[in-house]
């Protein structure tokens, strides 16, 4: 009878640790796919269509930056680079003032409304981008913003809104009730309450969302090209251009241009990837 009680703990260790080497198997062979095609864009940006095909992962035989001249000589990419920044800077100031006042009273005004609130902001996920872009447009057009960086400014926050406010809902919710009763007795009002109190102390959970709209606004592509002209293309709709410009496809020209537009987001995710995961994280633990 002992015997196979003791027997019971082995098997189970066995059964794990076959579990967690055949999660790091996949965890490894994730991490080939994604490395090694990005591994292949940074080499292929220094070198010529000859090596990229002889030999796709080899190193440049020399260190040269030609081709991201080129590229800045053809579409202009600092330019698109900076009206997408500006763009992309007024819409998570939009974003985030719309959305924290309406997170704080969905996850702290005790109120039947707050369950259906945040309901219908869930629902944005679950419309296409296609379905609403003829109405976009329409209604952009009749504004007078058409072709005008400003209208991206408005419609972006209307895309970034559902996943910000889950986000947010979730943090606020996490943090004691003793602070507003504190506040209140200091002789605190609503706006000194979340301007001075919850919103420094959802600093994890702003950071989260503002890095991860970052990274959708920075790569979206379908409305700014609707949206936008030549005078004003952000800086995707200028990457599609260095192909339309040759007459024979340069990959190595594609090649800096895709890693100039990646640069950004690699480094604004590596410095903050901490916050947001513990971001992330606080928002998905209940207590």
Known sequence: MLNRVLRVPKKIKKGSDLFVMGGYFFSILYAALIIIPLYFVIVSAFKNNTQIISTPLAL?????????????????????????????????????VLAFPAAYAVARIPTRLGTLVETIFSIGFLIPGLAILMPIYMMTAKAGLLYHPIALV???????????????????RKLPRELEESAVMDGGNLLQIIFYIFFPLSMPGIITILVLNFINIWNEYLFALILMDSNNRTIQLALA???????????????????????PVFIIFIFFQDKIMSGMLAGAVKE
Request: hydrophobic share 60%; aromatic share 10%; no cysteine.
């Open 154 to 172: 408005i419609l972006y926050p209307a895309f970034s809104l559902p996943l910000t406010m889950i986000i947010l809902t979730g943090f606020l």
């Open 60 to 96: 440049p035989a020399a260190l040269s930056f030609q081709k991201f001249f080129q590229a800045q000589e053809n579409v202009n990419v600092l330019r698109a680079g900076l009206i997408t920044i500006g763009i992309t800077i007024g819409a998570e100031f939009l974003t985030l």
């Open 241 to 263: 251009l260095l192909r339309a410009n040759q007459r024979a496809v340069d990959y190595g020209l594609i090649a800096a241009g895709v890693l100039i537009s990646m640069l």
